[in-house]
């Protein structure tokens, strides 16, 4: 199958049910994929936009968010969504069209070295140079978005990559489980809490992502330790 349907079987694989967007030459071939996908394309009127719908599903749902730009200002204009998605801990894989890789070593109309302009607001940002490697790129990409400590990743798609063949399938969703803390530590913990005089309890957003207001609601219920928390825990305690 054409790389470009592949690419689009991955996401399916991903169970994405929403990319937020814009369409451009360079995305062309995977917007065709979309056609006989179930895959809903949400078109919006600009590619911050797109970062920021994503970026909000993402901390809403727990499940990446999916933004698709073109290549260059398209790609550029991801950049403030998807830097506050990674630095706010909300999973989120952003997508851009690439120019064919036969320009890429010259100053070619829109072409910018997106690997490179993400990777520092991003956990994983990778570009596509086989079609073989899709299937594997895509898993990644979301698995780190969703790995603890959550945050964005990038996949960068030139457009001639896209149009080739490839045999390959979807790889297997593996899911993150979260490790539990060794008894010993839980009750060493528990201990310096009760010896402490003046105990108080700093509530983060990892206590958000994993649902745990109530949780704490009844724990300071039921010791009366003073609670505070930080940005992004805003919330956990009514």
Known sequence: MKAAKLFVKCL???QVNFIFGIP????????????????QFITTRHEQGAAYMADVYGR?????????????????????????????????????????TSRLHKESHQVVDLVSM???????????????TIPEIVRKAFKLAEAEKPGATFIDLPENIVELDSL???LPVS?????????????EAA???????????????????ARASEDIKNFVDS??????????AKGIIP
């Open 118 to 132: 993400f990777k520092p607001v991003t956990k994983y940002a990778a570009q596509v140079l086989e079609p073989d």
């Open 12 to 14: 399916e694989n991903e």
């Open 24 to 39: 451009g030459e360079e995305n062309l071939d995977v917007m065709d994929a979309l056609l006989d996908s179930n895959i």
């Open 168 to 170: 390959e399938t979807p």
């Open 223 to 232: 010791h009366k330790i003073p609670v505070v928390n930080t940005f992004m």
């Open 175 to 187: 899911i993150n489980r979260l490790t539990f803390a060794d008894k010993a530590l839980v009750t």
């Open 60 to 100: 809403l749902t727990g499940k990446p968010g999916v933004c698709l730009s073109t290549l260059g200002p398209g790609a550029t204009n991801l950049v403030t969504g998807v830097a506050d998605a990674n630095m706010d801990n909300a999973p989120l894989v952003a997508i851009a069209g690439q120019a064919g």
């Open 191 to 209: 201990q310096l809490v009760k010896n402490a005089k003046n105990p108080l309890i700093l509530v983060g957003n990892g206590a958000d992502r």
